[in-house]
Nanobody, 118 residues
Framework: HVQLVESGGGSVQAGGSLELSCTAH????????MGWYRQAPGKERELVAS???????TYAPSVRGRFTVSLDNTKTTMHLQMSSLSTEDTAVYTC?????????????WGQGTQVTVS
């Protein structure tokens, strides 16, 4: 079965940087894509960034220019480099992977990791 294992996260001061990683087990990203969602208390879950095997990326407007999503050479680990962090970025960040049906749907999820910016 597909397993997504996250690492990174933690606390950082505003203006600082942080990196998240997500390693996918038993998953072939070439079938769909991987991404990062986040959810802050009282807010809806938001797709922050996504990446496909060919390197195509998408970003939420709120993070574009500050966050960078990438894959390692094995295409099994996704990284999210976050910079110029603000308190608005405080949330639980969750790794997701897509499952190909008629279209790709986010069907696999990590356990989530807390990012706190103060």
């Amino acid at each position: 079965h597909v397993q997504l294992v996250e690492s990174g996260g933690g606390s950082v001061q505003a203006g600082g940087s942080l990196e998240l990683s997500c390693t996918a087990h038993n998953y072939n990203i070439r079938t769909c894509a991987m991404g990062w969602y986040r959810q802050a208390p009282g807010k809806e879950r938001e797709l922050v960034a996504s990446v496909k095997a060919d390197g195509t990326t998408t970003y939420a407007p709120s993070v574009r220019g500050r966050f960078t999503v990438s894959l390692d050479n094995t295409k099994t680990t996704m990284h999210l480099q976050m910079s110029s962090l603000s308190t608005e970025d405080t949330a639980v960040y969750t790794c997701a992977a897509g499952k190909k049906l008629l279209v790709c749907v986010w069907d696999y999820w990590g356990q989530g990791t807390q990012v706190t910016v103060s």
